[in-house]
């Protein structure tokens, strides 16, 4: 049978001190895991970006080039990588891209839309190339960090 004990009252003042510490000392090293699991993530927006004349027409390869952007998000379950490129207004279809369709307005009549056919691969591809480099600076990252945890 376990007891419950109740304590009334606000904690003594160097608790609480000691307890905002801890917190801003988290939300520090929250940070630093971030900056560095992005800067890690960065040839993956570069290889992208200089693949987009390889796969994309001559006239639609620069203004993709300049618009992707990739993301990471951290979870409790893993980092997840998210590559995505942003229009004028919307965000452009880079999964369609990706699998090989490019759909576009006719010049000078932005209702008519035509669906053109390029070579798949668009982020896949560059992803793979530079997936070894990214995966061991993510390793050296997790070696950083857990050095700085043993450390205190």
């Keep these: 049978m376990a007891v419950e004990v109740h304590i009334v009252g606000t904690p003594p003042f160097e608790i609480r001190r000691i ?17 560095e699991t992005r800067e890690q993530i960065k040839p993956l927006q570069r290889a992208i970006s200089a693949q987009a004349s390889t796969y994309l027409p001559s ?14 998000l951290m979870r409790a379950t893993g980092l997840r990588v ?10 452009r279809a880079v999964n369609a891209i990706n699998s090989g369709l490019l759909r576009h307005k006719l010049f000078g009549n932005p209702l008519r839309w035509y669906d053109q056919s390029v070579t798949p691969g668009f982020v ?3 992803v793979h190339g530079a997936a070894e480099d990214v995966y061991r600076g993510l390793e050296a990252v997790a070696e950083r ?8």
């Design 19 to 35: 307890a905002r510490l801890m917190r801003e000392q988290h939300r520090t090293r929250q940070r630093q895991i971030n900056a």
């Design 59 to 72: 006239g639609y390869a620069p203004t993709m080039s300049r618009a992707i952007r990739v993301q990471t």
């Design 82 to 91: 998210r590559v995505y490129a942003r229009g004028h207004s919307l965000l």
């Design 124 to 126: 896949d591809n560059p």
């Design 145 to 152: 960090i857990r050095q700085r945890v043993e450390r205190g």
